[in-house]
T-cell receptor, first 111, second 115 residues
Framework: AQSVTQPDIHITVSEGASLELRCNYS??????LFWYVQSPGQGLQLLLK??????LVQGIKGFEAEFKRSQSSFNLRKPSVHWSDAAEYFC?????????FGAGTRLTVKP | DTEVTQTPKHLVMGMTNKKSLKCEQH?????MYWYKQKAKKPPELMFV???????INESVPSRFSPECPNSSLLNLHLHALQPEDSALYLC??????????????FGEGSRLTVL
């Protein structure tokens, strides 16, 4: 069965610093991978997705993620974090009718 | 701006009340979903509708009753809920179910409190 692990429950970074959020997945076939962001009390917004092809994918708000099949990872990165990036980040895997979400990583941005 | 609209944004109900949550999308998507999200937890899938037919029910208690009147609308009827049902209920849609077309578009959610 497919599953997602986000090892970091909470990460704090300074504004302007770089960011990497980790995601490891377990999936039997070619994975469909997603990163979503959720601000408090809001719905989830898609940052980026990977289906196939180039393993480095670009998303919205300056985020990118790299798919590494050998490591079963799909880590999210941003070179310079803004205070508005503070939110909960969810990695997800699978087709839409069986999408599994990781537990989430809460990002705090220090001024 | 989200293209999936959920109403109401907040709902408070007693355990004997009957209420409904509504969800609407105008993206021409043929799959719609209900998720439940407790505080500090990821969303949990409740129901999937594909082409207006219920295709997945994740063993949700019968006090939650979904309805898909047409391809743009999705309702969740609530009756005799328990306090532990208090949560953020998220609606989502996708072009269809499956892989490449399966990107989910979420609404902003309905915050439900059961007293």
């Amino acid at each position: 069965a497919q599953s997602v692990t986000q090892p970091d429950i909470h990460i704090t970074v300074s504004e302007g610093a770089s960011l990497e959020l980790r995601c490891n997945y377990s999936y039997g076939a070619t994975p469909y991978l997603f990163w979503y962001v959720q601000s408090p009390g809001q719905g989830l917004q898609l940052l980026l997705k990977y289906f196939s092809g180039d393993t480095l994918v670009q998303g919205i708000k300056g985020f990118e993620a790299e798919f590494k099949r050998s490591q079963s990872s799909f880590n999210l990165r941003k070179p310079s974090v803004h205070w508005s990036d503070a939110a909960e980040y969810f990695c997800a895997v699978g087709p839409s009718n069986d999408m599994r979400f990781g537990a989430g990583t809460r990002l705090t941005v220090k001024p | 701006d989200t293209e999936v609209t959920q109403t109401p944004k907040h709902l408070v109900m007693g355990m004997t009340n009957k209420k409904s949550l509504k969800c609407e999308q105008h993206m021409g998507h043929r799959a719609m979903y209900w998720y439940k999200q407790k505080a500090k937890k990821p969303p949990e899938l409740m129901f999937v509708y594909s082409y207006e037919k219920l295709s997945i029910n994740e063993s949700v208690p019968s006090r939650f009753s979904p309805e898909c009147p047409n391809s743009s609308l999705l309702n969740l009827h609530l009756h005799a809920l328990q306090p532990e049902d208090s949560a953020l209920y998220l609606c989502a849609s996708s072009q269809s179910t499956g892989g490449r077309t399966g990107e989910l578009f979420f609404g902003e959610g309905s915050r439900l409190t059961v007293l």
